[in-house]
T-cell receptor, first 115, second 112 residues
Framework: ETGVTQTPRHLVMGMTNKKSLKCEQHLGHNAMYWYKQSAKKPLELMFVYSLEERVENNSVPSRFSPECPNSSHLFLHLHTLQPEDSALYLC??????????????FGPGTRLTVL | TQLLEQSPQFLSIQEGENLTVYCNSSSVFSSLQWYRQEPGEGPVLLVTVVTGGEVKKLKRLTFQFGDARKDSSLHITAAQPGDTGLYLCAGVMTSGTYKYIFGTGTRLKVLA
């Protein structure tokens, strides 16, 4: 139990669908992250919400849209995805500032397949 | 472009053998973390090293941070099948907001 939950765990969608991934952290952290993990590639940071400020990777296509309504919840809205977007999408949280070790706690991920 | 190269990419060894995984970069990091990821799960933090030259031990795992804080190594003594997994290093930069640069990963399989 990592304190970070993600739903759904698996998702299959067509290129014209709209879906959302959900992440919830129960650790009281003040930063949340979306990562993409593809085969044979390093973990790619997509979006960060830290202290209510959004920081994004400029190379992420606009068909991915994050939403962070509060410090415990994070969504990734998906629309008109491409087959190359198929990957494991990981959510993480951390505590920014303070005396912590900047440790990130990851959820189990959503395995996304785009047909 | 900041990059963390890990080597080897794949490693298959017999139970009881020793191994070392390397994580190298041209960038200086505030700290460096090692994670292990098992199939169907997210990465789980093993250790954070902060000081150049620091050595940390976690049972049979020994982690070292390079003196210049650009590289790190993970040494496993007497590997066991339970050590099987994907090992990821992550460099942490704390200029402004926190930034995590993940390595390319080392997939380890320990055979019984």
């Amino acid at each position: 139990e990592t304190g970070v939950t993600q739903t759904p765990r698996h998702l299959v969608m067509g290129m014209t669908n709209k879906k959302s991934l959900k992440c919830e952290q129960h650790l009281g952290h003040n930063a949340m992250y979306w990562y993409k993990q593809s085969a044979k590639k390093p973990l790619e940071l997509m979006f960060v919400y830290s202290l209510e400020e959004r920081v994004e990777n400029n190379s992420v296509p606009s068909r991915f849209s994050p939403e962070c309504p509060n410090s415990s919840h994070l969504f990734l809205h998906l629309h008109t995805l491409q087959p190359e977007d198929s990957a494991l999408y990981l959510c993480a949280s951390s505590q920014v500032g303070g005396t912590g070790g900047n440790e990130q706690f990851f959820g189990p991920g959503t395995r996304l397949t785009v047909l | 472009t900041q990059l963390l190269e890990q080597s080897p990419q794949f490693l298959s060894i017999q139970e009881g053998e020793n191994l070392t995984v390397y994580c190298n970069s041209s960038s200086v990091f505030s700290s460096l973390q090692w994670y292990r990821q098992e199939p169907g799960e997210g990465p789980v933090l093993l250790v954070t090293v902060v000081t150049g030259g620091e050595v940390k031990k976690l049972k049979r795992l020994t982690f070292q941070f390079g003196d210049a804080r650009k590289d790190s190594s993970l040494h496993i003594t007497a590997a066991q099948p339970g050590d099987t997994g994907l090992y990821l290093c992550a460099g942490v930069m704390t200029s402004g907001t926190y930034k995590y640069i993940f390595g390319t990963g080392t997939r380890l399989k320990v055979l019984a």
